[in-house]
């Protein structure tokens, strides 16, 4: 079985910079899609970035577009997430998943990904 555990997480001002980290072990995810999705309180998980196994297609939900990047080291079986020009409404924990289904490239569905590691908090201050 596959885990997933991100890190990088953390407070930062508004206008920053972070770059979270998804580690994975038990199984590598090279062949792949990875993802990072988020939730804020009191609202429901929500998709942000997506990658697909050899790293060729990328997406990004329209409220980070412009500010994240996604990118993935297939040799260190992690993914990772470079936000910048934070804002505070980009506040929420950060959660990475990965798929079970080889060569997806279907990115944006939370129903695609069957792992998912337990979250980093990112808090933006104003």
């Known amino acids: 079985q596959g885990q997933l555990k991100e890190s990088g997480g953390g407070l930062v001002q508004a206008g920053g910079s972070l770059r979270l980290s998804c580690a994975a072990s038990?199984?590598?995810?090279?062949?792949?899609?990875m993802g990072w999705f988020r939730q804020a309180p009191g609202k429901e998980r929500e998709f942000i970035a997506g990658i697909s196994w050899n790293s060729a297609t990328l997406r990004f939900a329209d409220s980070v577009k412009g500010r994240f990047t996604v990118s993935r080291d297939n040799v260190k079986n992690t993914v990772y997430l470079r936000m910048n020009e934070l804002k505070p409404e980009d506040t929420a924990i950060y959660y990475c998943?990965?798929?079970?289904?080889?060569?997806?490239?279907?990115?944006?569905?939370?129903?695609?990904?069957?792992?998912w590691g337990q979250g980093t908090q990112v808090t933006v201050s104003s």
């Open positions: 038990g199984r590598t995810f090279s062949n792949n899609a």
């Open positions: 998943a990965a798929q079970s289904r080889a060569y997806s490239l279907a990115l944006e569905t939370i129903t695609d990904y069957n792992y």
